[in-house]
């Protein structure tokens, strides 16, 4: 259509000029048949309502577990129980086994906890915000995006409970009414971002189990084991595809989606202000809220494909989740990565253009302190290496794309390091700077979260579908009506 | 359900949803009004075809949020400022601009639960027995086939009349379901 348009502007010009070519029109229109063909499709044609859902349900119900699963799940449940470990002492002894000492409060907890919950916002910008722009490329990532959400928010939730030093207390946090007669202080973000963590992961775990409901009933339908048919059916609640079910359905979707959309904006910004509400430089700063959510959206796309690279081609999904899902998350990471870029760039001319000498010092100390060695790591990792993805040779091969993730993951967390320890590690007073040395306990509680998240992906991968069977039936030529 | 009729209603069959959605319009336009179509996705008009014209859920969703903003707000206000004030940092105890944040938390918790709960009350569910299940072939219906069912409560309803009418619209089957 886009071909079209342009040729016949083409051809409007040529009626005043000389040179009017049909050639040329022709030409165009072919360059631009194949750029149409060269763009990916969301689906790749063949396929009817029964084969997608045979292929997506055959996972769950037929497909035998390989060995591979086996010991892909068996290793992160070994590293979920490290994890339990390392809570397990810190519970018996205290947060003393931390790095955590005065001047930095806050170590690796709250550094994974805004690294997790950042993770996590991408589930819901792809299945909240692209329904409402009506991307409908979504539908094949959407479902286990939104599980990757809940899993990272699970995981995000862990650190600030057991970072409060008596853990057992930790629903103290939630206004209840209790003997001591008082409230929590609501003029503190900290409280704010109570309310907004368990707002999130309620929000997402309905919308999530919301958008299951037509998909259970699938697989209670074709389920042959009784107990499978007996769990799939009590969980899908006896859905029955009703036109009048469906039409109160899609206007609940729709409406959660819009609810959903300005909260997971309002969650990082949330987030951000435990910091920029602070007086600390390098964290009292404006820009905190937008760049910590491109931020987030920016690690989320890079979780989203380090996990669908390996799920499309073992589960043999590549004709659900093509080139066009790679390309197209690949572009988003671009984008929120030069916001990100764009956010280091202003924390850097503020503390110049501000002439506040503590600001400025911040900016010094990351460039030639003790830790600079991870600034730079952090700026070749989220601002340099990630500049390779305007290849378009690269957004489309897998394996590029699962490196440079990689390399995002890491960065993000390392610019949530940056922010807190060296932040933190020499404000105001020369007197009280120190520095942050994480413990094996630290490292044990990150990496077992870790694999708490990937065991609850291997989990999810073989009792649920991964992708959302009757968004995708949507998708088929043979879906359209006419009135 | 006052009195329990052994047949809950006729069902038809199609390979389609244009052919659901064709033969929903001719039965109801035929002035058959108990009418119900189900479908493995959600087919744009359909709900319209059969009479479905009053959707509550966003008024359910509206009510939900309003509840939740006053009472979130109205919940801060009451415990700063009634109940037990604190004086922090020379804060007034009523400081309004930072209860807009949970205030706001508050208007998506309660307009999503309202969503949630709302629509699937709206629709009845859960419902662990339904007559349709009762249907061998219904299994595909969240597969890729279409049903389309006139209720024996129908004032229309005549099991050979329908039955004949139903063959008429081109269905791949016809059966009868008991209740």
Redesign the interface.
Known sequence: MKGRGFSRAVEDTNKNGALAPEALTKHMDEQYKTVDAQQAPVIEPGY???TV?EKISAIVLTRPASNGWFVGFGIAFLMTMMMLYAIGFLFLKGVGIWGVTIPIGWGFAIVNFVWWIGIGHAGTLISAILLLLRQSWRNSINRFAEAMTLFAVACAGIFPAIHVGRPWLAYWLF?YPNTM???????SPL??DV??VS?YA??SA??W??GLI?DL??L???ATNPAARLIY??LS????????????????YL??AG??T??VL?VHT?VS?DFAVGIVPGWHTTIFPPYFVAGAIYSGFAMVLMLAIPIRKIYGLEDFITERHLQNSAKVMLATGLIVAYGYGVEAFMSWYSGDRYDAFTIWNRLHGPYAPWYYSLLACNIFIPQVLWIRKLRTSPVALFMISGVILVGMWLERFIIVVVSLHRDFLTSSWGMYYPTRWDWMTYIGTIGMFLAAMFLFLRLLPSISI??M??LLP?????? | MAKRDPIYGMMAEFDTPQALIDAARKTHEAGYQKLDAYSPFPVEGLAEEIGFHHDEVPLVVLIGGIIGGCGGYLMQWWMSAVDYPLNIGGKPPHSWPAFIIITFEMTILFAAISAVFGMLALNGLPMPYHPVFNVPRFAMASKDRFFLIVFSSDPKYNPPITRAFLEGLSAVSISEVPS
């Open positions: 009817t309502f029964a859902t206004p007669k008082v409230w929590p202080q609501f003029r409280i704010w309310f907004a707002t309620t929000v309905m919308f189990f919301i037509p009933a699938t209670r339908d074709r059916g009590a609640m006896g859905w029955r595809g009703s036109a009048r079910h469906w039409h109160r359905y899609e206007t609940a409406l959660l609810l959903a300005p909260l309002s949330v202000f009757f968004e039936r949507t043979e879906a359209e009506v006419k009135e």
